[in-house]
């Protein structure tokens, strides 16, 4: 039948089916009133600090002798800045980095478990090699003990990190292409020199002149990886081939030393681990502040990381900016590169994105009761981009969070102590200002004020005598009056710089013999080799027992980096042993999850006795 004249005589087509929306798992959580607890509450805590931040700040100045310019009792008086400070934290610091460094590994392993006992040699071997080979441990230490003496906490961050990067190389081949000869299966055979197995090669959806190709190959450890060529012809003949692949630069926990400024947490917290009925007095959230670029953010967004951003969250992201100035994070940072002579501004921060890390507790299934859980905010924007339950990133029993602390002088149930600075601030202060009043007191005696008579030939001005230089009077001798100071020897200022001195050595308990010299007056006690060694011990029971608490920091690092371990390490992961291997002995071996899958803790195997060479020797 033919169609009525208002129908079409092509038949409309079936309608595509409806794809079923694919089901992810995510947190029942409201967005808007978890950014508005963790801004509201970030911006509580860091107030509250700030006092300290400036405290800090000054401190600092004192270490770096930045002194401020001295206008009393006269403009250019004496301001002598004493590195105090600088050297009883020189040699606090040689002191903890010598007995760290000179032992491998740092710490030893021991099971809890009997069974167990067997996998603590390869615990040893693979948290050694990752914390020092991988992770700059050196430099990480130093990192590390800076902080933890200048500062009144020190913090690390651990973290699982694959790192993967687009590797070019360019090989030059020198057989050419035979030019009667169609060029794509000549290539085909070139492929086998380039990569150890090739598995498959296709051509590029938007490329198919043969020239380049994507490859599925294998490498020598049998895992399986793409790449793609590109061939060129030279004028010498040659075949110039670029292969770019990816490439794993980094596969296991990453530790990150963070500034003071960077971690937030309530000040009357005794820890950084959830709080509980094994610690009643542990941190309900810790923030880690910390900042990104728009291309991390789109890379994120990209790869799912930042499931919870919308293509409106990403606009408003795009669109807002940190401040230029007076950030209270910052702001001490922004300090010390304006004296230091630096500028603080520069043209990449204006791509910076900040971020609030936020460790807490929140309700995230409806049922009434909080887990921990880990939330990411743009600061500026006010956009929840990830939240994901604290033991699926972190795995371990118990629940434990990725930042430590440790302390110079701990105070009880705080996270802050004391740090080294603060303990000798004040007497720095006091031996400058000392010496300030000497220095002025020198300067007042042999270039003193004077008085002359109004009604002699000069204008009634002051004047300031200068060597050489005469001045017309009519009776030097009763026209001109310099005032008599009474005789003041440098016994004062001797006998308090001397005062002070002991204090300073007795807070951190160094004294000469600290230093390798022999105290003034003791040259007799100290021809007994006996009486040499006791007082020696004597001297270092203080850095004895701040390298314990510094252990105590290098602990919680190991502890965190093994639960990672036992989680994600790769399988056959290859190392290499520290130092000399002994006859027969592989310096190189391959590790499996299965051999450091043990619960254990972590034992301190420094000790100062590795500072000194005659008993190292």
Known sequence: EKPAGGESPVPEPEPAPTKRKKRKRSLKIDKDKVVEWVLSTLDENMNGRQSKIDRRKERYLQIRGWLEEKTWPWDDCSNIWLPIILTVEHRMKATLENATKGVRPISQAHALQRRNISKQE????????????????????????????????????????????????????????????????QLLTRLELLFPKVINAVLPAKDNSGWAWDVDYQETDETRKTGRVEFFERDDGK????????????????IEVLDYEDVVFPHRAANLQPPGASNPLGAPYVDRLCKTSMDSVMRRVKDGTYDLLDEEDIEAIRKTHPPTGGDQDETPKEQKDELEGRDSWIKDKADER?????????????????????????????????????????????????????????????????????????????????MNQNQDWGALTNIPFGFYRASSGLKPEQI???????????????????????????TFTINTMSLLQQFVEKLPMQSDASYGRVPAGKASAFRVSGTVMALLGQTDVASEQILRRLFAGLAQIHQLMHRLNRHFLPDKKEIRIFGIPEKGQDAYIEISNEQIDADVDFEFKATLLNTNKQVVA
Not at 358 to 371: I, Q, S
């Open 239 to 254: 075949l110039e081939t670029v292969v770019s692949r990816k490439a794993a630069i980094f596969d296991g926990p990453s």
């Open 122 to 185: 390869r615990i040893d071997d693979v948290l050694d090699f990752q914390f020092f080979s991988e992770n700059n441990g050196e430099r990480k230490l130093d990192d590390l003990i800076n902080n933890f003496v200048e500062d009144e906490a020190t913090f690390a961050f651990v973290h699982w990190v694959r790192e993967d990067q687009t590797i070019r190389e360019i090989k030059i081949l020198k057989e050419g292409l035979d030019e009667n000869v169609d060029h794509i299966p």
């Open 354 to 434: 900040r971020i609030v890390e936020r460790y807490g507790r929140w309700d995230v299934d409806g049922d009434g009761l909080e887990e921990d859980v880990i939330f990411w905010v743009f600061r500026d924007a006010r956009k929840l981009a990830k939240a994901c339950l604290l033991s699926e990133m972190y795995p371990g029993v118990p629940v434990l969070r990725p930042i430590i602390s440790a302390c110079f002088w701990p105070v009880a149930n705080r996270v802050d102590g004391i740090s080294l600075p603060e303990l000798l601030e004040s007497l720095q202060l006091a031996m400058q200002r000392a």
């Open 464 to 490: 300031s005598v200068q060597p050489g230089v005469l001045f017309p009077l009519d009776n030097p001798s009763t026209d001109v009056s310099f005032p008599q100071f009474a005789q003041r020897g440098e």
